[in-house]
């Protein structure tokens, strides 16, 4: 005797996904029962009898497609509908689960009114199979769920919207024998509808209709504007052949899940035939679903547009960065910086460790990213670690990782900077500042092209480029005991020797220019250069700092200055007071160095108002003028500095 309600078997090795499925059908009136591998499910099959099987294709022990195909062998549960649940949506997968038998997949992660749609179809279709033999009418009915799952099957099967409707029309002209079946979509640049797809009675082929100009179809746009279906009878039409005909037209919103219209089908049917109900139901299904993968195949190409977007400014990055760091972008004539350029373009092209000498500022990083970007490396990873800026104790950690819970505070593993240079380079800045012991490893690595994380025994081949930095002279610290003399040898395999700025003063001119370039940019600023005394100070400055000292005083010029040109006063007090061709720079003026007491006097007048002057300027830019906060802060008396601001001629406004 037939059963009262449907019995699903839910097979499922994952207990949440299976109680989520349990779930979801609970409230369908709907048994269930369930089932968490292969050999239950077969079992439980035989025992129970189910009317659907929900069957994942991975379990503990024999897959989806075997349990399939074992029940498609049992000659009591051969019907037995099976929709098969993966993850996978690749054709092999689905063509598998054909050959094993199934009747319909479900790609996870599944939409939750898809699967009900689904189990209701087949619900329906096994129950009328089990009435065939008894009502004629339910054939038909089981023909047409056939055609709604094939349906539903070709948008399941692909994210191609065109190609997917390009066999719908028809199906859904045999499903509710219509004479003409019409798809509209809206045109999202013109938000109009277009004239995508037909089907009519006398071809069995779906003619395909594209226009470059919208149609004005006045009943389509009312059922997209009103977002409601309707239904207009007794429709009269001119016929050739059999003069006036009268037709029933449905117009059924295509809507997605936001209520959002995509389009419209239009069904026609040629009276006296009516819709009826089930076939409402049946079109309103098909509606639901074409939406459904209009909605799916949307967010697909807008994933794929995002993706491409992001490729291609990936590699305007990548390019950026190589043009940053290549050896056109260290600046510069020098003839002892032009040489040290050589010699590093050809070590580039080899694998050799590189040590790489120089006070700090000088550019050691931008060099050896500049080696790293020119070799065979450089799609890999520069991965740069300053040896000296990290803690002793977390530096063996950084460079080769850890395992969770080798110590304090290690919550996971935790690959270290060597592994995350795989392929590409490893940049140890300062290595002079490396500990006895972590030399040792370091050594290692270098000699056999391994290492250990910390808290594992396990070894882990590495293939990494090693280039070194310090500022330290490490012969003398190998003689001294502070550095191994082996590892010294490791990495000398070849020296570069950066020159200080003192030794290259002829390319200050040209570092200027560069860094006032940067950062007009960088500051929204329009400096067009600089004044013949202030580039003279920083010509004859010493920059214990180097580079990076050079370009923080430019920086900082570039903040105060008010014209389009840097001007001396502007310069720290530290460059502006150096001596340069027998005279003293002081404000923005070259003052000759006294040669007797008389000239002394002078010049110490001199020096006293220029000095008030820049003093003054100062105190009023950092201070934007604003004199009460200007005295306060300066400690001085608020009369006095107004008396100094009208001396010097200065107007509070010029510093607001």
Known sequence: MKKANTVILIVEDNKIERNNMGVLLSNQKYELAFASDGNEAIRKS????PDIILLDVMLPDIDGYEVCRRIRSDEILSEVPIIMITGLNDRESRLQGIISGADDFIT??????ELRARIQTIARLNRYRHLLTINSELQKEISNLSILCDILGVFNATLDVNSALKSIPQKIKDLVNAKEVSIYLKDGQRNKSHFLAFASKEKDETEIIQYDVPIDLETVEKVLSNKEISLIQDYKIADKTNGISAENILYMPLLSRRYDPFGVLEVVIEKPKKFTQRDMELLETISNNIASSIERSNLYNDLRKAESILRYQNAELRQA???????DNIIGSNIKLINVIKTAE????????????????????????AIHDSSTRATGNFIPVNCGAIPKDLL???????????????????IGRFEAAEGGTIFLDEIGDMSPDLQVKLLRVLQENVIQRLGSNEEIQVNVRVIAATNQDLSQLVSK??????????????????????ERKDDIPVLVNHFITHFNEKLNKQIIGIEDDALKALCNYDYPGNIRELQNIIQRAMILCKSDTITIDVLPEDVIGVKTDGLVVVGNESIPIPQNNDELKLAKADIQNKLEKVFLTELLSRYKGNISLASRMAKINRSWLTEMIGKHNLEVKDFK
Request: charged share 30%.
């Open 46 to 49: 035989k025992e129970l009898m």
């Open 396 to 414: 063996e950690s950084e460079l080769f990782g850890h395992e969770k819970g080798s110590f304090t505070g290690a919550s996971a593993r935790r």
């Open 481 to 502: 005991g502070g550095f191994r003399q082996d590892l010294y040898y490791r990495l000398k395999v070849f020296e570069l020797r950066l020159p200080s700025l003192r």
């Open 346 to 369: 050809q070590v580039a092209l080899t694998d050799s460790t590189v040590l790489i000498y120089g006070e700090t500022g000088t550019g050691k990083e931008l060099l050896a990213r």
């Open 108 to 113: 996870k992660p599944f939409d939750r009114e």
């Open 321 to 327: 960065i190589k043009h940053k760091y290549s050896f």
